[in-house]
T-cell receptor, first 113, second 113 residues
Framework: GAVVSQHPSWVICKSGTSVKIECRSL??????MFWYRQFPKQSLMLMAT?????????EQGVEKDKFLINHASLTLSTLTVTSAHPEDSSFYIC?????????FGQGTRLTVV | AQSVTQLGSHVSVSEGALVLLRCNYS??????LFWYVQYPNQGLQLLLK??????LVKGINGFEAEFKKSETSFHLTKPSAHMSDAAEYFC???????????FGEGTQLTVNP
């Protein structure tokens, strides 16, 4: 199947700093990328949907100024957590939309200290 | 709006026993249904998907699921559990192929020796 590569797989940052997470579709063009957040022992919560070349659509309750999403090309989408705080610590997963299904990255474990 | 409900947040079976993970869906239009598996600190791996073709869907690692419209169910089964099957399992639904997914709450499967 298609591959979505997500980096980094884990990151620890200081409170107040920003962190960028990259999501690349390696063998297909993902016109749409989905970004999810997953708290421990919980399901995935959709944060935003990004379409190549346009602004992301954020789910209700997700701060667009805090979670900046860029989808500049058909193979790359990035999520930047700005001015991170401990409550932003979570597991973030991206997903690229293919022709018939969505393909998931490996996830990024963010810990803000 | 579509939704899925996974009955049982935890399921425990013995190695070699039948695995049954339950998923019921709600959708106003014919759905696309998916089962994913997630190992700790990893992304989601697709086990199988229903896309309105055969109602009995066979997936990877010996798993299969049957779409039952009359019961609005899409339960996941495996005849004989293996220790490596221990993981979190998510049922998901969408109404457009490749579109955003709505996930169930997940079921943690434990396999006892």
């Amino acid at each position: 199947g298609a591959v979505v590569s997500q980096h980094p797989s884990w990151v620890i940052c200081k409170s107040g700093t920003s962190v960028k997470i990259e999501c690349r579709s390696l063998d297909f063009q993902a016109t749409t990328m989905f970004w999810y957040r997953q708290f421990p022992k919980q399901s995935l919560m959709l944060m935003a949907t990004s379409n190549e070349g346009s602004k992301a659509t954020y789910e209700q309750g997700v701060e667009k100024d805090k979670f900046l999403i860029n989808h500049a090309s058909l193979t790359l989408s990035t999520l930047t957590v700005t001015s991170a705080h401990p409550e932003d610590s979570s597991f973030y997963i991206c997903s690229g939309r293919g022709d018939t299904e969505a393909f998931f990255g490996q996830g990024t474990r963010l810990t803000v200290v | 709006a579509q939704s899925v409900t996974q009955l049982g947040s935890h399921v425990s079976v013995s190695e070699g026993a039948l695995v049954l993970l339950r998923c019921n869906y709600s959708s106003s239009v014919p759905p696309y249904l998916f089962w994913y598996v997630q190992y700790p600190n990893q992304g989601l791996q697709l086990l199988l998907k229903y896309t309105s073709a055969a109602t009995l869907v066979k997936g990877i690692n010996g798993f299969e699921a049957e779409f039952k419209k009359s019961e609005t169910s899409f339960h996941l089964t495996k005849p004989s559990a293996h220790m490596s099957d221990a993981a979190e399992y998510f049922c998901a639904v969408t109404i457009t192929s490749g579109s955003r997914l709505t996930f169930g709450e997940g079921t943690q499967l434990t396999v006892n020796p």
